[in-house]
């Protein structure tokens, strides 16, 4: 029985890889990563330890393959809603002018960007504040029944995870739509006049214009990010509850 429950943990724990160590939640990947390996040992052990003690899985390449894309498609959703916010935050920047302030993040090993942080932040504390993570922990646990531990079959992953990659970098293009239009026509207005008055430095004058109109705009559309970013998490949900579709 014990040797049944050690071999559950450990394929739970490579289902679990994908969600919380390579976990594109800002603050899971800011903790280190022995931390992250323990969490995955112990979040599997307590799974496991549901599980009815029947018969033991097999243990091969096949079934440890099959345990990490199950585990991908689950966390692919996450993975997609925090990269779209992402690159929004980075179009964000690269029209504000602010792309020239990021500097080298060691802890991600990548330059930082202003709006993209802020969103990443945002994302974060929407996931904890709405209870996603005990929704995250609910999904896992009814995979159980559907899935258990050694019976994902050795199976492909299909169109549909880009068809999640689409949705979610759509609703996170749209969420942050207001900002980029009027950045844009800001952008237009600072072109025309440019062509009006050539011998005015409008390039200088621009940039403290263009910054304050975008954190005006950041400002006014946040009632907007608090609505709609929790679509952004059920759509993660509902594509982590049906890794068959993705599979």
């Known amino acids: 029985m014990i040797s049944i429950f050690l071999l559950n943990t450990f394929l739970l724990s490579i289902r679990l890889l994908p969600v919380l160590v390579v976990s594109s939640i800002l603050f899971f990947s800011r903790i280190p990563l022995t931390i992250r390996l323990i969490l995955s040992l112990a979040l599997a052990s307590v799974l496991a330890s549901a599980l009815p003690s029947i018969q033991a899985p097999s243990l091969s390449l096949p079934v440890l393959l099959g345990e990490l894309c199950l585990g991908v498609v689950m966390a692919f959703g996450f993975h997609a809603a925090h990269a779209g916010v992402d690159m929004a ?56 029944t559907v899935i258990p531990p050694g019976s994902v079959p050795s199976v492909s992953l ?90």
């Open 89 to 144: 935050g980075r179009l964000i920047d690269t029209q504000v002018g602010l792309n020239a302030s990021g500097v080298f993040d060691p802890t991600t090993s990548n330059v930082t960007s202003i709006m993209a942080d802020f969103l990443g932040l945002a994302f974060a504390l929407l996931f904890v504040v709405l209870d996603m993570h005990h929704e995250l922990l609910r999904v896992m646990g009814g995979m159980l």
């Open 158 to 247: 299909s169109g549909s995870l880009a068809a999640v990659l689409t949705q979610q970098f759509l609703m996170a293009f749209m969420m942050l739509m207001p900002v980029i239009m009027g950045l844009w026509l800001t952008d237009m207005a600072f072109a025309i006049l440019s062509r009006s008055m050539p011998q005015a430095n409008i390039y200088f004058l621009a940039l403290p214009i263009k910054l304050g109109i975008g954190v005006l705009l950041i400002l006014l559309t946040l009632p907007l990010l608090v609505q709609r970013m929790p679509l952004l998490f059920e759509s993660a949900l509902s594509s982590a509850a049906t890794p068959a579709g993705g599979l």
